[in-house]
């Protein structure tokens, strides 16, 4: 029954981090079993039920390896420590820089900018759609938050704390909102013009409503997981 214990153990670490504290949290919860398993073995209990009594006083660990750990389940925010992003990003740590994220974001919103001007015109010029051609800067407003969004993962994953978790998955939150609701501004100006049917697209904001509310629930799900 020991290695039924053990078993137990490991299934309730199997997703901690690989820490040393956390490693000798594990080997001390594993020992007090096994002694308190011995003690009811010895006060005459047969193996089964001195292992649902040494089980039974067990609860939750999570909060225990979060505190020993210091950094919850994810040593590394966003980037696991044996992941190829986290890799990547110790390997050119000086292209990380602040400094070099907001220039190369700013850079690339810059150029992508220029070419949807340069694609928006040559458009226009053979194809004379001026009516509607316009829609092509509503992409470039998405592509915008999303190439700010890119940026503010990077730059705040690179911290590991509560503050920067939560901080972190609301940038996401406040880009996924904003990009949605551009594609909806989208598909209803193009829906409209292809079909005419001006009297009943707008219901595409209902649904666009609808998506909101289960956006914004499935953060506030996420964020839960770093508050009390």
């Known amino acids: 029954m020991k290695s039924a214990i053990r078993a137990y153990v490991d299934n309730l670490f199997k997703d901690a981090p690989h820490e040393k504290a956390v490693t000798e949290l594990r080997e001390e919860i594993l020992s007090n079993l096994e002694a308190r398993y011995d003690d009811c073995i010895n006060a005459g209990m047969t193996p089964q039920r001195a292992y649902a009594a040494v089980i039974g006083t067990m609860g939750d660990v999570s909060g ?10 994810h040593e590394e925010g966003l980037f696991e420590k044996t992941s190829p992003k986290s890799r990547l990003m110790k390997k050119y740590a000086y292209v990380f820089k602040e400094s070099n994220i907001k220039a190369i974001k700013n850079a690339a919103i810059a150029v992508m900018w220029l070419l949807i001007v340069v694609l928006y015109f040559l458009i226009n010029y053979n194809n004379d759609c001026w009516d509607y051609s316009w829609l092509i ?6 592509l915008t938050v999303g190439f700010n969004m890119v940026g503010n993962v990077i730059r705040i994953s690179r911290n590991d704390d509560t503050e920067s978790r939560i901080k972190l998955l609301k940038k996401i939150r406040g880009g996924t909102s904003a990009i949605m609701w551009l594609a909806i501004v989208f598909f209803y100006f193009a829906i409209s013009f292809n079909s005419y049917e001006w009297d009943i697209s707008w219901l595409i904001f209902i649904l ?21």
């Open 64 to 73: 225990l390896i979060e505190q020993v750990s210091g950094s919850g389940f």
């Open 208 to 228: 666009g409503a609808a998506a909101q509310i289960v956006v914004n629930t499935i953060f506030k799900v996420l964020i839960s997981r770093f508050t009390p």
């Open 137 to 142: 800067f509503i992409v470039g407003a998405a």
